[in-house]
């Protein structure tokens, strides 16, 4: 009984643990927005050094995982591990330029869209099950991106909501690569693709003609993308993926809210209308899944 007693409390603190860490790197991720509209530098730069300062400090994470392990964590990428860094890193690239060319809140609503968008690829790459609640929440979010997606039309922000929509597309593809390489180091990939992006901006671009003000910036935005990350990777191993994915579904308000209070940055109301319906879907669907997993644990 004492046993039993103890598991139960043990469970309750991992899970706890596992919410408030997955909460926490809600908020650092919706600072990207913020921090990308606060660094006058041009996105490719913004990237390299955001990939190198995310890459150092996710490489210690990752090697500290494997001391702890006792080095029985693979290092090893094979062809599944590049092509997962490869298809980040462009990913990536469209999700910094994307925040340049329109606001913070057509951003981050259009990525709350990832879920069903990958969904959809999943059920035509790989003929995985498409439920029907995802394809009514997928069909509700799609009028809300149409109408945030109109609106930029003659307003200079379409460019950006483009970019939105295909690093969103590169979100889902990443997210089905994950769940079919299974043997493949995650969490390292996300390293080595964090350093391609610096090589690439190195090469392309001249990432040291940035000023203090804005090194200072870049240096930050590495460190809270390496944080958000091992935040997310430690919380998710200690909940369920669903109540995992409508916990992270809270980084879209969070990024809003900043992008406001730091940037002063207020959508039209056609955005406004738009991210409401897209986030209404968002957490139905995510709090479905969440209350469907809670039943069947009990």
Known sequence: M?????????????????IVLVSASAVVFGLTGVLTKSIHADPLTITCWRGFVGSILITLYVLWRRRRSGGRESLRLGWRGWLLALEGAAASIAFIAAFKFTYVANVAVIYATSPFIAALLAFLLV???FRLQTMLAAAVSLCGVGIMVWSGFGTGHLFGDGLALLMTTGSALYMIMVR???DTPVVWAGAVSAFLLFVLGWFVTDPLAVSARDALLLATFGGSFALASILWTEGSRLIPASESGLLGSAEVPFAIAFAFLFLGEIPPAASIIGGAIVLCAVFAHAGRDWLAAGRAAN
């Open 180 to 182: 079919a390489f299974r």
């Open 127 to 129: 003929r995985e099950k």
């Open 2 to 18: 004492t046993d039993a007693l103890a598991d139960g409390a043990t469970r309750a603190a991992e899970r706890t643990l596992g």
